[in-house]
């Protein structure tokens, strides 16, 4: 069984920055791509990016230039470093690997 475990959400200004953490147990990521998603109250789960397993991240057209997705195998964990934090980035955060069970997300709120 994998699990997968996010921390690292909180309350930020805008224009602050968090970073992320997803923990995978019980199976190794090395080989496997890993993806980011949100979920705002009221709106459906969307993609925010995607790492394969060499390392090379895609990004939604949203949070292109201020995000940016990392992993480190060794640590069986995927990062999420979010710079230039705007009231529209809040949301519950979650990955994801399709293999995998849902996490239970960690919530991010942007707020003056």
């Known amino acids: 069984q994998v699990q997968l475990v996010e921390s690292g959400g909180g309350l930020v200004q805008p224009g602050g920055s968090l970073r992320l953490s997803c923990v995978a147990s019980?199976?190794?990521?090395?080989?496997?791509?890993m993806n980011w998603y949100r979920q705002a109250p009221g709106k459906e789960r969307e993609l925010v990016g995607s790492?394969?397993?060499?390392?090379?991240?895609t990004y939604a057209d949203s949070v292109k230039g201020r995000f940016t997705i990392s992993r480190d195998n060794a640590k069986n964990t995927v990062y999420l470093q979010m710079n230039s934090l705007k009231p529209e980035d809040t949301a519950v955060y979650y990955c994801?690997?399709?293999?995998?069970?849902w996490g239970q997300g960690t919530q991010v709120t942007v707020s003056s």
């Open positions: 019980g199976r190794s990521i090395i080989y496997y791509s």
């Open positions: 994801n690997n399709p293999m995998w069970n």
């Open positions: 790492i394969t397993r060499g390392g090379t991240a």
